[in-house]
């Protein structure tokens, strides 16, 4: 049975108040795999919700994703899919998340305007390759959220697109070209929990997952990763990986977990700050002295 959440609801939230230890209310593969990640930025980020500025990338990557979405609607419902269309759906995006969530972190007005075009050529690349959707699509922007047996909380999930054929894509942004054989092996939480969820929800198992990378090299690329569809074993690792994330939130599991990731985090001071038992309160207040 398919339970749709409100568009409006926060696609993760832990349930938990700081140190409650209680379980969180659901698990979305993005949340699993930012808390296996590093758990102390997942709790900088989640559960303390301390704000920072959009790396540029992220606010990139999301307007990119609006006007997609806008294509694939308009697809959908028989509306304008045309390029000035999808490109006015992307310069709304660019502006409407600068204002309601940024700000963004660009270092000057250039850098802010090479990124916009920047993102206005890939949407353009994505429009006039082989990729860009040409029948009407099954569903797009589809949120689910399932019973899966072997997790202790639902598990959500939103996905990009469905293909006629059951085939779930997601769109990915990225600087340089994926190395399509590690490419599936990185997303596959995602990919893994989007096949769990649509055979929750259909009965249905996709012949394939999918992910299309936009990539902002000078002349942009668009490629897609196909990966087959999960075994029983596949799925019981992700299950239990996406377990593991839902019971060391639930155990008030967070400590730093230093690797190369460290390099682009935002939380350094706040990280250099901990000491086991602290609160988000005595990290600031230690940060600020
Ligand atoms: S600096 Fe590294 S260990 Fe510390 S919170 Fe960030 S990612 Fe985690």
């Not at 999301?62 to 294509?71: C, D, E, G, P, R």
């Not at 959707?133 to 797009?140: F, L």
């Not at 936009?214 to 668009?222: D, F, M, S």
């Not at 190369?260 to 309160?281: D, I, R, Y």
């Amino acid at each position: 049975m398919i339970a749709t959440l409100n568009p409006h609801e926060a696609p993760f939230t832990t349930g938990l108040t700081p140190w409650a230890q209680t379980l969180p209310q659901h698990i979305s593969p993005s949340a699993a795999k930012a808390y296996l990640g590093c758990s102390l930025k997942f709790y900088f980020e989640r559960v303390a919700c301390i704000r920072k500025a959009t790396p540029v990338a992220l606010h990139l990557g999301k307007a990119v994703h609006a006007a997609l979405q806008s294509f694939h609607l308009a697809r959908w419902r028989g509306g304008d899919d045309s390029v000035e269309a999808v490109a006015n759906a992307y310069e709304l995006a660019f502006h409407r998340l600068e204002r309601d969530e940024g700000p963004v972190n660009f270092d000057d007005e250039a850098e802010r305007e090479k990124a916009r075009q920047d993102g206005l050529r890939v949407v353009a690349a994505y429009l006039d390759s082989p990729e860009a959707m040409k029948e009407k699509p099954r569903a797009v922007e589809v949120m689910l959220k399932e019973n899966i047996p072997g997790l202790s909380v639902p598990l959500t999930g939103a996905m990009d697109l469905v293909e006629g054929n059951f085939t779930p894509v997601d769109f990915k942004s990225a600087a340089a070209k994926p190395d399509s054989a590690n490419a599936a092996f990185d997303h596959e939480i995602q990919l893994v929990s989007y096949q769990l969820l649509m055979e929750a929800a259909t009965g249905e198992t996709p012949p394939s997952l999918d992910l299309v990378f936009l990539v902002k090299t000078k002349t942009p690329q668009v490629i897609r990763v196909k990966s087959p569809p999960a075994d029983a074993h596949r799925k019981r690792r992700v299950v239990a990986l996406l377990e593991t994330a839902v019971q060391g939130i639930a155990e008030d599991r967070f400590h730093p977990q230093p690797a190369m990731h460290c390099s682009w985090c935002q939380f350094k001071n706040e990280c250099k700050a901990w000491l086991p038992g602290m609160t988000v309160e005595d990290i600031h207040r230690k940060h600020a002295a």
